[in-house]
């Protein structure tokens, strides 16, 4: 059977380093905001060249708190593509906004620019450029839509650790960059936790007090906060993988290169393009026999993903929240796709297997 992930795998190249490392932890006596997460912040701004990290416990609470420091009055409206993943659209709703879908480009899967123009109203205050599957969006056509008028920028790098775009990485082009270290990530922690960075000291400070209680000293509130912090223990696995994180890249960008050179022209593949360095956190296909070809390849013993099975505009828990439009697109896209096996323990010989059941179909 070749697994689509397993983190066991996955992670054991660090096992030796993790053990030390968390024992370095245990021993210190400080599991809250120490050593680790300022350490962990420094290296992670650093890796990206932006000036101001800092650790919180999501992928989610990253974004929410982005738009919460934005101080955006509620029901402003926030542009968001309409096959991200829920967390994005989440997050706007939480703070009181309101979402407004844009259809993806077809070839790439991210927000189409040339769609966005036609979605700003007089309410329209952010746009949310999701790096889906670690492909990085087209950020020269958004940043002049969103110079044009006026609107905020956060990048949603929840796929996209490391990934490029014209050699610059994903998470500084606009106001504020969110990740997410949930453990299936390029950069994965054992456990829930996300980052903020951004070159805006003031939104780094305010970012810095929302994730704990508002406190802009301890016990003294200055604002309406939460409790969302990077813990030192993910901290400290962090560090170790962050080091690590360039040759995670390579190596699944490696066995896209299988994938993309040998499976036959009957899977719609990633487009692959001058200017773009994909990091493959998901490396999706496209069938319009999405389930057959999905039940053919378990009967085979290889397992796949489905990212996502459900849009955003057809999830039960957003009826109310987004306007009644037809998403045709997004909803091709997730009628169609299929994610293969790519994770950092997978081999040539894995791959290559897939490829030939695949070629068969």
Same mark, same amino acid.
């Given at each position: 059977?070749?697994?689509?992930?397993?983190?066991?795998?996955?992670?054991?190249p660090?096992?030796?380093?993790y053990?030390?490392?968390?024992?370095?932890?245990?021993?210190?006596?400080?599991?809250?905001?120490?050593?680790? /997460?300022?350490?962990?912040?420094?290296?992670?701004a650093?890796? *990206?060249?932006?000036?101001?990290?800092?650790?919180?416990?999501?992928?989610l609470?990253?974004?929410?708190?982005?738009?919460?420091?934005?101080?955006?009055?509620?029901g402003?409206? /926030?542009?968001?593509?309409?096959?991200?993943?829920?967390?994005?659209?989440?997050?706007?709703?939480?703070?009181?906004?309101?979402?407004?879908?844009?259809?993806?480009?077809?070839? +790439?899967?991210?927000?189409?620019? =040339?769609?966005?123009e036609?979605?700003?109203?007089?309410? +329209?205050?952010a746009?949310?450029?999701?790096?889906?599957?670690?492909?990085?969006?087209?950020?020269?056509?958004?940043?002049?839509i969103?110079?044009?008028?006026?609107?905020?920028?956060?990048?949603?790098?929840?796929?996209?650790? =490391?990934?490029?775009?014209?050699?610059?990485?994903?998470?500084t082009?606009g106001?504020?960059?969110?990740?997410?270290?949930?453990?299936?990530?390029?950069?994965?922690?054992?456990? !829930?936790?996300?980052?903020?960075?951004?070159?805006?000291?003031?939104?780094?400070e305010?970012?810095?007090?929302?994730?704990?209680?508002?406190?802009?000293?301890?016990?003294?509130? +200055?604002?309406?906060?939460?409790?969302?912090?990077?813990?030192?223990?993910?901290?400290?696995?962090?560090?170790?993988?962050?080091?690590?994180?360039?040759?995670? *890249?390579?190596?699944?960008?490696?066995?896209?290169?299988?994938?993309?050179?040998?499976?036959? !022209?009957?899977?719609?593949?990633? /487009?692959?393009?001058d200017?773009?360095f994909?990091?493959?956190?998901?490396?999706?296909?496209?069938?319009?026999?999405?389930?057959?070809?999905?039940?053919?390849?378990?009967?085979?013993?290889?397992?796949?993903e489905?990212h996502?099975? /459900?849009?955003?505009?057809?999830?039960k828990?957003?009826?109310?929240?987004?306007?009644?439009?037809?998403?045709?697109?997004s909803?091709?896209?997730?009628?169609?796709?299929?994610?293969?096996p790519?994770?950092?323990?997978?081999?040539?010989?894995?791959?290559?297997?897939?490829?030939?059941?695949?070629n068969?179909?």
């Amino acid at each position: 059977m070749i697994e689509y992930e397993n983190l066991k795998y996955s992670n054991m190249p660090f096992f030796q380093e993790y053990t030390a490392a968390f024992q370095k932890v245990m021993e210190s006596g400080w599991f809250i905001l120490g050593e680790r /997460v300022a350490e962990f912040e420094r290296d992670f701004a650093a890796y *990206n060249g932006s000036r101001f990290c800092h650790g919180v416990a999501s992928g989610l609470d990253a974004l929410m708190l982005s738009l919460r420091a934005l101080n955006f009055n509620a029901g402003d409206e /926030v542009i968001v593509p309409s096959n991200t993943y829920i967390a994005t659209i989440l997050s706007i709703i939480h703070n009181g906004l309101k979402p407004v879908l844009v259809e993806p480009d077809i070839a +790439t899967y991210n927000i189409d620019p =040339g769609k966005i123009e036609e979605k700003i109203t007089g309410k +329209t205050r952010a746009l949310i450029a999701v790096h889906l599957y670690g492909k990085p969006c087209d950020m020269n056509s958004i940043l002049h839509i969103a110079g044009k008028y006026g609107l905020k920028v956060i990048e949603d790098c929840a796929q996209s650790h =490391g990934a490029m775009y014209k050699g610059k990485k994903t998470g500084t082009f606009g106001e504020i960059g969110a990740f997410s270290f949930y453990p299936t990530k390029n950069l994965g922690a054992l456990g !829930d936790g996300g980052a903020i960075i951004t070159d805006d000291k003031n939104l780094a400070e305010s970012m810095k007090i929302l994730r704990n209680y508002g406190f802009e000293k301890k016990y003294y509130n +200055t604002t309406i906060g939460y409790n969302s912090r990077l813990d030192e223990i993910q901290a400290a696995f962090l560090l170790i993988k962050l080091k690590k994180l360039d040759d995670i *890249n390579s190596h699944k960008r490696m066995l896209a290169s299988l994938y993309n050179s040998n499976l036959k !022209d009957d899977f719609i593949k990633p /487009v692959v393009e001058d200017d773009y360095f994909d990091v493959y956190h998901i490396y999706t296909i496209r069938h319009e026999e999405r389930d057959r070809l999905r039940e053919y390849l378990l009967r085979n013993e290889i397992m796949t993903e489905i990212h996502y099975p /459900v849009p955003p505009h057809r999830q039960k828990a957003l009826e109310g929240h987004l306007d009644n439009q037809h998403f045709p697109i997004s909803e091709k896209i997730h009628d169609t796709t299929i994610s293969l096996p790519i994770a950092y323990f997978h081999g040539e010989n894995d791959m290559y297997k897939v490829i030939e059941i695949l070629n068969k179909f």
